[in-house]
């Protein structure tokens, strides 16, 4: 038993120290495809400082910031073609402009190389590589509808359903249309959230008189389901009001008082406009190439090369 105990010890172990020995676990660090005279302005809102970053390397830096890095590669060059087009069209819009844009949710999340380094440490080379792969393989890729680059806006998880643009931010847009999303459900932790507020709280944040009993009517939802319009104790509120004031997930939400609580249920997370980022997920794992996710979520557009 012993001897068999032992063969089996050095099976094991042998291999590891070969490989240990003549270093053939050592990864090659994976270089990015550049266009040396394409970059983004940058403000850096730690230090408030502009910095130029070429292109594709911003767009590494996006994808590790708003996309976990355990996502499927077809998701993640997904988000690499919606981030690029997303920049693109800042890059548009603030030609005049001091920057392009910020390293913030304002924008784009954006971490630079040597946060990640630090951050990911002996696995850096192995995640770098997964998001460089990501961008090159999208290579100054991004999205057109109608001969102009679209505002290809993101978000976490849908309720099912994304959202039309005109409904969340006023704005008329035919490639953000609400399309299904029912892939969120099944990959999304965030799918079903619920949060609570003293009643007093809650009465602060929207600059309402504290009352003992709450009373809510949903005056109207969109075909998604999400609060479009309500009632609180009789005063009207848009429901992007509540979603921004109470820092709610998602406008597809349930009001119940509890005591002197109040409970939102919600369902999705995020904004609810263009491309759902676990929907993307779903998509992936159930075998969709990203430019059939992009064409899901973003109605009518085409992949260009810049």
Do not use: C
Not at 60 to 75: K, R, T
Not at 111 to 136: F, H, M, P, Q, S
Not at 242 to 254: A, I, Q, V
């Amino acid at each position: 038993m012993k001897k068999v105990i032992i063969f089996t010890i050095l099976l094991i172990f042998i291999p590891f120290f070969i490989v240990t020995l003549f270093g053939m676990g050592d990864i090659t660090e994976i270089q990015l495809k550049y266009v040396s005279n394409k970059t983004v302005r940058v403000k850096r809102l730690s230090t408030d400082k502009v910095e130029e970053v070429p292109l594709e390397e911003y767009i590494v830096g996006v994808l590790a910031g708003e996309m976990p890095i355990d996502f499927e590669l077809e998701a993640l060059k997904a988000q690499a073609v919606a981030s690029r087009s997303y920049v693109l069209k800042r890059m548009e819009y603030n030609k005049d402009n001091e920057y392009d844009v910020v390293d913030s949710v304002l924008n784009q999340v954006y971490l630079d190389d040597d946060y990640l380094k630090e951050t990911w440490g002996n696995n850096y080379t192995i995640k770098i590589n997964k998001l460089r792969t990501a961008v090159n393989e999208t290579y100054n890729e991004y999205m057109e509808y109608d001969g102009e680059i679209i505002d290809a806006l993101f978000f976490s998880t849908s309720n099912g359903y994304t959202e039309d643009s005109h409904l969340v931010f006023n704005l008329e847009l035919p490639y953000l249309k609400s399309v299904e999303s029912s892939w969120d459900q099944e990959v999304s932790s965030a799918f079903s959230s619920k949060y609570t507020y003293s009643l007093q709280e809650f009465y602060e944040k929207l600059g309402l008189e504290y009352k003992d009993k709450l009373e809510v009517e949903i005056l109207e939802r969109s075909s998604t389901n999400r609060v479009l319009k309500l009632k609180i104790n009789g005063q009207e509120f848009e429901g992007t009001t509540l979603y921004n004031k109470l820092g709610l997930r998602s406008t597809d939400f349930e009001i119940t008082q509890v005591g002197s609580n109040v409970v939102f249920d919600m369902k999705g997370y995020g904004h609810g406009v263009g491309m759902s980022q676990y929907g993307a997920l779903g998509m992936a794992k159930q075998g969709y190439t990203y430019d059939e996710i992009l064409k899901h979520y973003y109605t009518g557009v085409t992949i260009k090369k810049i």
